[in-house]
């Protein structure tokens, strides 16, 4: 069964500093690995994905993560945080050789940037 | 560029009414999911059809049922609804072959009382 785990439920971080929000993966197969953001009130928005091409994935609004399958990681990093950035941050899975295609999401990492 | 559609956006129902909750796919996609995000909660899968069939099942209750029909728009049948059932339903598309990227719509927010 696939899982991931957010190891952060929230992160506070101040504008223009990096940021780094961490996720591991469990998948019995070749996953594919995604983040969205969700800002209050809102939809889900894709920042990025990685389905087996280059393990360093770039995103939008500068944001980039690194699959490493020695770790089962893909944590998400940005250089430079921005107070549009605050919002919830979801990683997920899902197992490409199975079939499922349903999104496995974790629980979330709340990100506050401050002033 | 086209994205889901989801209607209504909100939606304000009592304890054993029921709802429907309609999804329009982005064109030409073959493929969408059902998700319910409650209060504070991270999504959890509903249910999904490709052309038309259900292709997998995920914590659908009885109560709830669903179908893909031949313009490919979705709708999610909720009876005898509940408190709990007050959460944030989410439709998503894809289109098969592209490495499960889904995309999502702004989702319905259910309210029972």
């Known amino acids: 069964a696939q899982s991931v785990t957010q190891l952060d439920s929230h992160v506070s971080v101040s504008e223009g500093t990096p940021v780094l929000l961490r996720c591991n993966y469990s998948?019995?197969?070749?996953?594919?690995l995604f983040w969205y953001v969700q800002h209050p009130n809102k939809g889900l928005q894709l920042l990025l994905k990685?389905?087996?091409?280059?393990?360093l994935v770039k995103g939008i609004n500068g944001f980039e993560a690194e699959f490493k399958k020695s770790e089962t990681s893909f944590h998400l990093t940005k250089p430079s945080a921005h107070m549009s950035d605050a919002a919830e941050y979801f990683c997920?899975?899902?197992?490409?050789?199975?079939?499922?295609?349903?999104?496995?999401f974790g629980s979330g990492t709340r990100l506050q940037v401050q002033p | 560029a086209a994205g889901v559609i989801q209607s209504p956006r909100h939606l304000i129902k009592e304890k054993r009414e029921t709802a429907t909750l309609k999804c329009y796919p982005i064109?030409?996609?073959?493929?969408v999911y059902w998700y319910q995000q409650g209060p504070g909660q991270d999504p959890q899968f509903l249910i999904s059809?490709?052309?038309?069939?259900?292709?997998d099942k995920g914590s659908i209750p009885d109560r709830f049922s669903a179908q893909q029909f031949s313009d490919y728009h979705s709708e999610l049948n909720m009876s005898s609804l509940e408190l709990g059932d007050s959460a944030l339903y989410f439709c998503?598309?894809?289109?098969?072959?592209?490495?499960?990227?889904?995309?999502f719509g702004p989702g319905t927010r259910l309210t029972v009382l």
């Open positions: 990685y389905t087996s091409a280059a393990t």
């Open positions: 998948s019995s197969y070749s996953p594919s």
């Open positions: 997920v899975v899902s197992d490409r050789d199975t079939g499922r295609r349903a999104l496995t």
């Open positions: 059809f490709y052309e038309k069939m259900q292709s």
């Open positions: 998503a598309s894809s289109l098969d072959g592209s490495n499960n990227e889904q995309f």
């Open positions: 064109p030409r996609h073959d493929t």
